[in-house]
């Protein structure tokens, strides 16, 4: 009976590392859902529709960018890459991988598992400057904007970091600690994803009346709530859950750890957005005399993002520390930029997944225990993602709109994105703008 | 302003690849902070050139 059972066991396709790593990959589209749902709830119930099927859209063109060519230049360590030769070392900077996924077996193998795992977390990068720039966007301009993102700008710093590039040899090649740290993709995925949707922003600007009074520049902006704070919510619960599935997937995958080690991930993770949470919910109760909805949830969804470059890395007292100061970051962040620099983020993404992004790397360069040199290889990353990611993101979309501007009419801005680009609204029965929509 | 500020950027990630590449570790820890600095210099820079274009488009409305 033992032997017979033994005998299954040995027939099993997959281990149970294996089966450990596809099941949390396999919830990373919860968080998908949840980003989407907390753009949707952010934004004004006139572009609801517009927002869901954009989320869709994105996801769909992401995917298939992904698929055609973005693994190929991407790549998984190990695997071919082009790399030119500087002070005696190699500087891998792009993979050499054949399009449309030719060269992956899809056989349990790590490689297959990393390109199961890119599909979202580029899905992901891609739904953020979503967020961003809701309610003046186009469809088709932000399809177009995915593509570039998804098919050449993250693939390409994902190759540097995760895919055994320059970035990730930063340790082996000069001795600066481990490499650059990014377990589960606060710089890779939430970074890039978010400074895109910064670059977006500065070139659609903001939305209509967001800082004018009367025909006038007002000093303050004006505020346009979110539709929907239940949806909101939920968007926020169900990202806890990705996140769960997303940090221990990126941890087991990139750094290597034991399947055991994922229970500090998971505790890591959660004590981070918890802490995220708590500390938006107090210093926006400090500030404004109660606690602001939208903030603690943009607040614990900062935490989620900061927790995931050191989830296998830190103890979880650092990581408790990381979310906390990423909440306050998230709070300071949303008022800076909406009244400094007169940058529309109507889902707080550039605060969430920019910010953040970047306070987790910084966080594992402060907190981790390990070799020397790790603040160094971590300020490189950091480096690389502004110096890199920002550029090429604000270019791109700078090329994109002088042929195919990005922007809606006025006319389709006051009307609602869901009646001009899809012809229908999210909430037919109600009159949920009744002013704007019959003011002629 | 805006061709500058990108400018400044990417010199600035450049200095630290440079001083990656060239420079032993105590001068690279130097040069890749300041390297960082430029970078978030150029960032100011632009978000700076950003605010007035904005004021401007709104008073156009």
Not at chain 1, 20 to 49: E, Q
Not at chain 1, 84 to 99: D, E, M, P, T, Y
Not at chain 1, 291 to 313: E, K, T
Not at chain 1, 338 to 366: F, K, N, Q, T, Y
């Amino acid at each position: 009976m033992m032997l017979a059972l033994l005998d299954i066991a040995g027939a099993l396709p997959i281990d149970g590392g294996t089966a450990l790593c596809l099941a949390c990959i396999f919830l990373v589209p919860c968080a998908i859902a949840g980003l989407a749902l907390m753009n949707v709830g952010l934004g004004r119930s006139r572009n609801a529709s517009h927002s869901l099927v954009s989320s869709l859209c994105v996801l769909s063109v992401a995917i298939a960018a992904y698929f055609l060519c973005g693994f190929a230049f991407q790549g998984a360590p190990g695997s071919s890459s082009y790399w030119f030769l500087v002070a005696n070392k190699q500087w891998s900077w792009i993979a050499a991988g054949r399009f449309l996924l030719r060269d992956v077996a899809f056989d349990g193998s790590p490689r297959s598992l990393t390109v199961l795992f890119q599909m979202f977390c580029v899905s992901l990068a891609a739904l953020i400057p979503l967020g961003a720039n809701g309610g003046r966007w186009r469809l088709s301009a932000s399809s177009l904007s995915t593509a570039l993102l998804a098919g050449w700008t993250y693939p390409l710093f994902a190759h540097w970091a995760w895919g055994g590039g320059w970035l990730a040899q930063l340790g082996a090649n000069f001795g600066l600690g481990a490499g650059f740290i990014d377990a589960g993709g606060s710089v890779v995925i939430h970074a890039t994803g978010g400074l895109t949707a910064l670059a977006a922003a500065w070139i659609l600007g903001p939305r209509r009346g967001k800082y004018a009074t009367g025909g006038t520049v007002a000093e303050m902006p004006s505020a346009i709530p979110g539709h929907d704070m239940a949806m909101v919510g939920l968007g926020c619960l169900l990202a806890i859950v990705g996140w769960l599935g997303l940090n221990s997937a990126g941890a087991m995958l990139f750094t290597n750890i034991a399947p055991g080690k994922v229970v500090l991930v998971g505790l890591n993770t959660i004590l981070s957005a918890a802490c995220a949470t708590l500390a938006a919910a107090a210093f926006t109760r400090l500030r404004f005399g109660k606690p602001d909805a939208s903030v603690c949830m943009n607040g614990c969804v900062g935490g989620l993002v900061a927790s995931s470059a050191g989830c296998a890395s830190l103890t979880p007292l650092f990581a408790a520390v990381t979310g906390a100061v990423a909440g306050v970051l998230v709070t300071y962040a949303v008022e800076f930029l909406e009244v400094r620099l007169h940058i529309d983020d109507p889902g707080g993404s550039i605060s969430m997944h920019a910010i953040c992004g970047i306070w987790g790397g910084v966080a594992v360069a402060l907190f981790a225990p390990g070799a020397t040199g790790q603040w160094l290889a971590q300020l490189v990353g950091i480096a690389t993602v502004l110096g890199f990611v920002l550029p090429t993101s604000y270019g791109l979309n700078w090329g994109i709109n002088r042929i195919w501007p990005m922007r809606v009419s006025p006319e389709a801005e006051r009307q609602g994105l869901d009646l001009h680009e899809l012809g229908a609204g999210a909430y037919p029965e109600f009159i949920t703008h009744g002013d704007d929509f019959l003011a002629g | 302003m805006k061709v500058f500020s990108l400018f400044l950027l990417v010199s600035g990630w450049f200095l630290v690849l440079a001083a990656i590449a060239l420079l032993r570790p105590g001068f690279l820890a130097i040069f890749a902070v300041a390297g960082l600095a430029v970078e978030l210099l150029g960032l100011a820079l632009f978000a700076r050139a950003y605010i007035p274009l904005q004021q401007r488009q709104e008073r156009r409305y």
